[in-house]
């Protein structure tokens, strides 16, 4: 049975037939270890030689956000993520300066640290970081779980974490962006409510609701909300919802848009599934990844993946997936123009296409505690979900 939260975020279906194991995870953070992995050509760029300082960022109990934000207010020195790491876990990432004359050896602070490991002569990208190692325990699984087999059926659904998990709202504040319903987006960000958030977050953001008690309420804003503290205070000087979202970081800008985009592509993968659609093996015409990464039309080569359109002004129409992700945008009021936003030209999105399926390496499992790699963009929670079949993936630890 597909849970509310998955029907949410636009995922409709299991892929494989295996019963699920039950269990949960993130009983605590050290539970749900992830590590970056940087290509071979990367690694062997880091040297001592003077240029942009590249660090490892180890944290546990915040998100790579919240982390590089801190340590901006209490160094001065600005990062850059390759990837985006939530609160719930334990996680080591590779972190790059966007200065060459800036650079600390190290941090350490209650709930992360930073050491750097070396330089390199341009800054890195999230391209140089081709995936991430997980180890991850699963707690009160039934004794099936080493049963699991079906590595190759698990489709490349985005994960709980794009959506806002407890509060899945990123994607709804996307909407209403892509709609130039930037009064509708200062709304969602502010008080939406979640049965999944906690009382005293959901009593909060409906007093929220009423925008007469902004200036009273705001000294009641908890420093963990401080997306909220921003659009707060500028709603309050300008009374302008566009220059209210605009005082939130680019990169949150984006988030929000990309966060709608992984929804319609999670509903794609879905309806196409639920068509009769073979998502697992290409075909001719198809749009294809190679083993490089470069992407192509279908020559049948056995390593070319399956790809999908993600989305955007630039969407390429040209697929047999073009009836389904016709059909949703219809339902959703949108058109591909509408990701080109004249107002926020900055947080615009052009698409592009994503893998299919999931790509898995190196996966093992001792008693009850998993070990793979996926590949860059890929979500861990995503294979759990199939291993665990959960009815109620918050409740679950997703």
Not at 11 to 25: N, P, Q, R
Not at 69 to 98: I, P
Not at 121 to 143: R, V
Request: proline share 3%; hydrophobic share 35%; charged share 25%.
């Amino acid at each position: 049975m597909i849970s509310k939260i998955d029907k949410e975020i636009g995922i409709l279906v299991y892929t494989t037939a295996f019963s699920g194991c039950g269990g949960k995870i993130r009983t605590q953070n050290e539970d749900f270890i992830v590590s970056e992995v940087l290509s071979k050509k990367v690694e062997s760029s880091i040297t001592e030689k003077p240029g942009y300082a590249v660090y490892k960022l180890k944290k546990h109990g915040i998100d790579t956000h919240h982390a590089l934000n801190d340590v901006f207010k209490k160094h001065g020195l600005r990062l850059k993520a390759l990837g985006l790491k939530d609160a719930a876990a334990t996680t080591e990432q590779y972190v790059c300066s966007m200065n060459k004359s800036q650079s600390i050896d190290s941090i350490t602070d209650k709930k992360y640290s930073l050491k750097r490991i070396g330089f390199v002569q341009k800054p890195l990208s999230k391209k140089d970081m081709i995936g991430n190692h997980f180890k991850i325990k699963i707690t009160g699984a039934k004794s099936n779980i080493t049963e699991f087999s079906e590595f190759d059926k698990i489709l490349n659904f985005y994960g709980y974490q794009r959506f806002g998990t407890k509060r899945p709202v990123t994607h709804k504040i996307g909407k209403a962006l892509v709609q130039r319903n930037f009064d509708e987006a200062v709304n969602l960000l502010l008080s939406f409510t979640s049965e999944y958030d906690s009382q005293e977050n959901n009593e909060l953001r409906q007093q929220l609701a009423d925008k007469s008690a902004l200036q009273r309420l705001a000294e009641k804003i908890p420093p963990q909300m401080d997306l909220e503290r921003i659009v707060v205070s500028e709603i309050l000087k300008s009374g302008n919802s566009l220059t209210a979202i605009r005082a939130l970081p680019i990169s949150i800008r984006r988030l929000y848009i990309q966060a709608y985009q992984s929804f319609i592509f999670n509903k794609t993968l879905s309806m196409v599934f639920l068509d009769g659609e073979d998502l697992f093996v290409p075909k001719e015409n198809d749009v294809c990844y190679d083993k490089n990464g470069l992407i192509g039309r279908f020559v049948n080569d056995p390593s070319q993946l399956l790809a999908v359109p993600f989305v955007g002004y630039s969407y390429f129409k040209k697929t047999r997936f073009d009836y389904q992700i016709s059909k949703i945008l219809k339902e959703e009021e949108i058109s591909p123009k509408d990701f080109f936003i004249k107002e926020m030209q900055e947080a615009s999105n052009e698409g592009g296409f994503r893998h299919v399926s999931v790509k898995i390496d190196d996966y093992t499992i001792n008693d009850n505690t998993t070990s793979f790699t996926l590949s860059r963009g890929s979500f861990a929670t995503i294979l759990l979900r199939e291993i665990m079949k959960p009815t109620d993936p918050i409740l679950a630890g997703f």
